[in-house]
């Protein structure tokens, strides 16, 4: 059976699915796609909860790009409904709690200092750096007048250090430093998140846009089958149930996992969602909202922003929590740890996978890195432009 297929997929994220599409589409071959999950879309997969709201199972993912040969391409698959999205640090006050948008901006400025402060410091930087500019903690902290320093402080503290030691389990002194430095502070009263040219969501939600893209006559799709336990590498070549395969092989699965973890596992963080229903129109002031000084959690989503569903008396909210990856069953690794140790190991397994010629890993399981869902399709369809030259 394997030997109609001119191509295997492994993993129907957006780098598989987009793979997938091209292949089929573009090259005219017969693609199969194995998907080790019961559903396609990968991290960015959405459904409907018991309470009758669309979540996002594997964390909240809102489509954002400057590039628009993605943008075009993915609107053949989905009408988009128009969202920026908008992200609060909510943190402990004298009184109650404030809330600043993050990346820091004028609104946060204004809201977090007494007016008279607040406005002495806006004439300051304005003048400083001019208006609508990101400017950098570190350009801050050089700065000769103490009161901007002490900004910089103040976003350092109340915006950054904490949020960032829950998300990567670190002490402040093991923050990468060149990390902090870029931590801005944007001149402007725009509250977005994203300043990029198009944003937004899939209209009907992630999974039917994933389900169109796989939707063609050359490509069957097969859920729930762990590609692993069906390919094998052996002397420079893929066998797939114990045949030779001599198509292209894409695998967006996890680069150690490939070759049994041999030379150790590869470092990740994961996240653990608590997802809880409330009988209420709406939960928070914004889509998201992160802790970024208290609270073990690092930030709630509330879907119904995002995805725009009306539901009244309803709605769903989900609590992140970041630790280390185990690989125990059920684990997902969510976010590689970038540092050299990790990227030397990496290498090794790059290395094991190049003696395989027809293999291609792709995704940010597959190559090691963060790479967010239209940086990801514009490598697929890079890549498949390599392999249909
Ligand atoms: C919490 C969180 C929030 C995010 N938010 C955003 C956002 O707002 N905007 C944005 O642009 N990006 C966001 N991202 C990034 C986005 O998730 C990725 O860009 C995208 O998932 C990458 O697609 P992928 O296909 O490489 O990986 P994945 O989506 O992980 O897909 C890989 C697929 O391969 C399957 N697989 C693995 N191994 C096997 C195997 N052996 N056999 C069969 N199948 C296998 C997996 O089950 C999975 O379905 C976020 C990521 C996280 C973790």
């Known amino acids: 059976m394997e030997q109609q297929f001119d191509c295997l997929v492994i993993g129907a994220g957006m780098a598989g699915a987009v ?16 998907e080790r999950r019961d559903h396609v879309g990968g991290n ?3 459904c409907f909860d018991k309470a009758g709201v669309l979540i996002h199972k594997y964390g909240p993912h809102i489509f954002h ?3 628009k040969r993605v943008f075009d391409y993915l609107s053949r698959f989905t009408p988009w409904r128009n969202y920026q999205h908008q992200v609060v640090a909510n943190i402990p006050a004298e009184e109650g709690r404030l809330e600043l948008p993050v990346p820091f901006n004028l609104i946060s400025l204004r809201a977090a200092f007494p007016p008279e402060q607040a406005a002495a410091l806006e004439e300051k930087l304005l003048a400083a ?3 609508e500019r990101k400017v950098t903690i570190l350009e801050l902290r050089e700065h000769a007048d103490p009161s901007i320093r002490a900004l910089a402080d103040y976003v350092y503290e109340h915006v950054f250090v904490r949020y960032t030691m829950k998300q990567w389990g670190q002490k402040p002194e093991d923050i990468d430093p060149a990390t902090t430095a870029r931590v801005p502070v944007f001149l402007s009263e725009d509250c977005r998140y994203f300043q990029d040219e198009y944003q937004g969501m899939p209209l009907e939600g992630y999974t039917p846009m994933f389900q169109r893209l796989l939707d063609h006559p050359d490509i069957t799709v097969e859920t729930g089958v ?11 070549g893929v066998l797939l149930d114990g045949a030779p395969f001599a198509g292209t092989v894409i695998y967006t699965g996890a680069a150690d996992e490939l070759f049994g973890c041999k030379y150790g596992r ?8 608590v997802f809880e229903s409330h009988p209420v129109d709406w939960w928070q002031s914004h889509g998201t909202v992160n802790y970024t000084v208290d609270e073990d959690y690092t930030r709630i989503t509330e879907f119904k922003y995002l995805t725009g569903q009306e539901l009244p008396g309803k709605t769903t909210i989900m609590k992140e929590y ?12 969510y976010y590689a740890i970038i540092n050299e140790a990790n990227n030397a190991l990496y290498a090794r397994y790059r290395e094991e996978a190049a003696a395989y ?21 514009a490598r697929a369809l890079e890549l498949c432009d390599e392999l249909l030259k």
């Open 19 to 34: 793979a997938a599409r091209e292949l089929a589409e573009r090259g005219g071959k017969k693609v199969l796609v194995l």
């Open 44 to 46: 960015a997969y959405d």
């Open 65 to 67: 790009t400057n590039n």
């Open 129 to 131: 750096y001019g208006p």
């Open 226 to 236: 762990d590609a692993l336990s069906r390919m094998e590498l052996a002397a420079g």
């Open 266 to 273: 590869l470092p990740y963080r994961t996240l653990d969602f």
């Open 322 to 333: 970041s630790r280390s990856y185990t690989g125990a069953d059920g684990e997902i690794p």
């Open 357 to 377: 010629p027809q293999l291609r890993l792709l995704g940010r399981l597959a190559e090691y890195k963060y790479y967010n869902m239209d940086a990801i399709a």
